[in-house]
């Protein structure tokens, strides 16, 4: 881990020096029980590889992380949480104090109506369900004041630009980060992605490469546009 | 990895010298729709400990693993698997090879009635799931001809020795490990674990001990009571 840490010390610059940047990483994990929830796919790895490079570019890193496998990069803050609503208020408590948020958990759109205390038991019959929306965490953190540089992830399966570009004004954010994940060798699980970055005017394509390769182009990206925001 | 391998080798006997064995380890995960599934909390860290205290027993063990981030011990084929649909083919076709099952697995007991081809959107209004129960896999195998001698595992959160006695007549099986994963410190994400092995007349308490130790006394019981049937 430290070996792999220190190979990465030439993508050290200093393009974040003297930020605050906020990262959200991996799943949220919803419980229907207690031994069942809803889960994604979402293994963490973009999210702690942003967090990283965001480091390497001499940025304060605070990491809030849903349940994964992953090692926290050197010289981040890491917070581990489990569902959407503890992500939700651990945002609200963090972003205030950030300059830049970048937020690539995928977040439970859904949770159950209410857990079950006990495990509930298999029977004949099927059984259903009810879910009841999650709040938008991100929509919610752009209400925050002062109010960080908000960049998004959308990890969709179809019609990735079109949606990515209704998020970006739907939650009112600054940038949006787009993958399609349905794409071979990319996105959950994969360890190398490729991804469209989206502002309101203006559109930057990364090309597929290592996860944190993409990080670092991303985030010299995102730092050079924070800086030159008007 | 080698190195801890290498520090079980004391635990090493002939118990289970000349068997055949079936392990199955793990949740089965079953799919939402392409980035949402219904999961539990299965590490797989007991079925992975009881594959290798059955290899160091001697046997020659099978492991069919649900999604977990954990090695194969030594000198056991492993298959994966993510549904318990595939885990109940895989099963089906491995268990008339083998002398002894050990089903640790948490099998999901529901599965969507339709798996989503696209992520399902995100809308203001909640949205329903139509669960279906899964085929029991262990009362399944326990039609196989040859039927193997066949051991089961209940993780309750209440009645614990209640609802195992129920499970080992329910699925006409031979033993049942039966534990509690509300009890501190034990069952699933922990590394510890206390179990009470129950058979149709008798019943044997292995108290709180690290996942690797108690594999292996249970294999060694287990291995036992095989040898001893009438």
Tied chains: 1, 2.
Aim: net charge neutral.
């Amino acid at each position: 881990h430290i070996v792999d840490q220190l190979g990465k010390w030439h993508l050290r610059s200093s393009a974040m020096q003297g930020l605050k940047v906020l990262v959200n990483a991996g799943p949220t994990l919803e419980d229907i029980d207690p031994v069942r929830y809803i889960g994604n796919r979402s293994s963490g790895k973009m999210g702690f590889s942003v967090a990283e490079a965001a480091a390497l570019a001499g940025a304060e890193v605070c990491l809030i992380a849903g349940p994964v496998h992953l090692p926290t990069p050197l010289g981040v803050r890491r917070i581990d949480i489990r569902s959407a609503t503890e992500l939700l208020q651990c945002m609200l408590s963090e972003a205030p104090h950030a300059d830049i948020v970048i937020a690539s958990a995928a977040v439970a759109d859904f949770r159950v109506r209410e857990i079950a205390k006990q495990k509930i038991k298999r029977g004949p019959d099927g059984i259903h369900l009810d879910l009841v929306p999650n709040p938008d965490v991100l929509a919610e953190v752009a209400k925050v004041q002062p109010r960080p540089f908000l960049v998004g992830f959308a990890a969709e399966t179809e019609n990735v630009l079109t949606y990515a570009r209704l998020k970006l004004d739907k939650k009112n954010i600054d940038l949006i980060a787009a993958n399609d994940v349905a794409r071979p060798g990319c996105g959950f699980d994969a360890n190398e992605n490729a991804l469209t970055l989206i502002s309101r005017d203006q559109q930057w394509h990364f090309a597929q490469a290592g996860k944190s390769e993409l990080a670092g182009q991303l985030i010299t990206q995102v730092a050079a546009l924070y800086r030159g925001r008007s």
